[in-house]
């Protein structure tokens, strides 16, 4: 059944131009063609990477943090409580007063005692900020390596400024050292942070996030399979350069440095706009769904690869229109607002001095509480390939 399957699902007109066979991707004459089995690597290279990741977080991110004042709390344990803890964990996190009262006379104590083992429970499990900044200044640093990687890569490439020699020789484009490369890391990558979603920060949109990494690496194998290498790495290009400032906003979002925050959120929106509304439409799609046409007649691979890209094009505009949202709430309206976010790790709510819990919580500029909720206002699927 297994090999049924495989063959199957190998079947060239599913893949391949009409006329064109596997036969034609065996080396020869010292040029190395695409092969669904180069892409196992990129398993053993994301576990490479969670290590150089470690050491990173430990001996560069860590001190860069302190460097700018995000302290490491130690927080306070909840004293243990079977009663609390099992409301905790299967009724709710944020009990009401009713449940609060009928709590404290089950355990013998006073309500506001209650109040303040739930609001310590929570704290618990709420990461702190230089966690936070970790993740995002290890992010920050492996897309500024695959950006600058890209442009090296690709600088000399003719198809980088004459997109006609995307298609020039298709299929039988032989494989370069930078294009294998190139996508080796950026699968690997993508792998890393699916591997590391046990221990990272567990956000919001942790299941979209998942679905997201899934489809980029997708995207990706299906793009290395059926040879569209060229047109491959100019989609990373053009989504990694964006990736870059908005990771470094959050880093800053997370050190409270306001100002330089939000300059690095208008450079980010720029940046995005440029790269996801003019170059990924005007460019990438009529490179892959035009000009091939010159060349071949349409087949399986072409349209569901454009199918992809299209429907990724329509997030783009979706996404823009949620950074459109959040500028004008940052241009428009007052610098803070009051907001109740889990996410917030504001120290201030960890002091055991702060007796009287405000109702609508802490004052929070608005733009760390879209940034700092990472990707809760801007979804993961933003990048891709």
């Not at 709590?103 to 006073?110: I, R």
């Not at 083992?117 to 200044?137: G, L, M, T």
Request: a neutral charge.
């Amino acid at each position: 059944m297994f090999q049924t399957f495989k063959e199957w699902f190998w079947m060239e007109r599913f893949w391949l131009p009409p006329t064109i066979k596997w036969s034609d991707f065996e080396d020869h004459d010292g040029l190395v063609f695409v092969k669904p089995s180069h892409l196992y690597m990129s398993i053993p290279y994301a576990f490479g990477l969670l290590i150089i990741r470690y050491f990173f977080e430990k001996f560069v991110a860590t001190p860069l943090a302190k460097t700018f004042g995000i302290k490491e709390i130690v927080r306070k344990t909840a004293t243990p409580n079977t009663v609390l803890e099992n409301f905790f964990n299967y009724s709710t996190r944020h009990p009401s007063q009713t449940d609060i009262y009928g709590l404290a006379k089950k355990c013998n104590l006073t309500e506001r005692q209650v109040e303040r083992w739930f609001r310590s429970r929570r704290n618990q499990e709420r990461p702190c900020r230089i966690k936070k900044f970790q993740e995002a200044c290890w992010r920050f640093a492996f897309y500024l390596m695959l950006t600058v990687a890209g442009i090296a890569f690709l600088y000399d490439k003719p198809w980088l400024y004459d997109l006609w020699e995307v298609w020039n020789g298709y299929p039988r484009q032989p494989l370069l050292p930078s294009q294998y490369w190139y996508y080796i890391l950026e699968m690997s990558f993508y792998w890393s942070l699916i591997f590391s979603l046990g221990s990272d920060v567990k956000r919001k949109d942790y299941f979209a996030t998942i679905i997201h990494h899934l489809a980029a690496i997708s995207l990706m194998s299906f793009s290395w399979c059926a040879n569209y290498i060229r047109s491959g790495t100019l989609v990373m290009i053009v989504h990694d350069v964006a990736d870059i400032w908005l990771e470094s906003a959050k880093m800053f979002s997370y050190a409270r440095w306001k100002q330089t925050c939000n300059i690095l959120f208008f450079i980010f929106s720029a940046v995005f706009f440029v790269s996801r509304l003019i170059i990924f439409p005007f460019w990438i799609l009529y490179c892959t769904l035009i000009l091939p046409l010159y060349y071949l007649e349409p087949f399986f691979s072409y349209i569901f690869l454009n199918l992809q890209l299209i429907v990724l094009q329509g997030l783009h505009l979706y996404w823009s229109f949620l950074i459109l949202k959040m500028l004008k709430r940052c241009i428009f309206t007052k610098s803070t607002q009051d907001v109740r976010s889990d996410d917030d790790d504001d120290e201030e709510e960890e002091e055991e001095e702060e007796e009287e819990e405000t109702p609508k919580g802490k004052d929070i500029d608005c733009l760390k509480n879209g940034l700092g909720a990472d990707r809760n206002l801007i979804p993961n699927g933003q990048h891709g390939c």
